[in-house]
């Protein structure tokens, strides 16, 4: 981890640990609005990074790995996909997730947290 996200980490952690609980709740409320404004302008500059590293001829696994996230995660970056799966619009077609019950159409559930 490079020394500006360990800083970042310890910082989060340091507002959890304010002893007023009401200093703290004001501390977390602006880091929280900062964030909101931070979030799509971090997730751009990734996105960024993710694009370049494929244009580059990168398979999708080698990036998860040099970014240190998840094959899904590099996936979803690549399809605009940001958020939750509860998020995810439901998409009918060939190999893909029906409304109506999950089922992708290959035999395999919709559902995540599945067959693991």
Known sequence: ???????VIKAMDALEEIADPTERARAISKVLADQTKRTPRLAALRREVVVDLRAQGMSYRKIAAEIKVSLGTVQDILRGHSGSWADRPKATGEGQRDDT????GDGASG?????K
């Open 111 to 115: 559902d995540p947290g599945q067959g």
């Open 101 to 104: 019950n999950g089922d992708r």
């Open 1 to 7: 981890m490079t020394d500006e996200a360990e800083r």
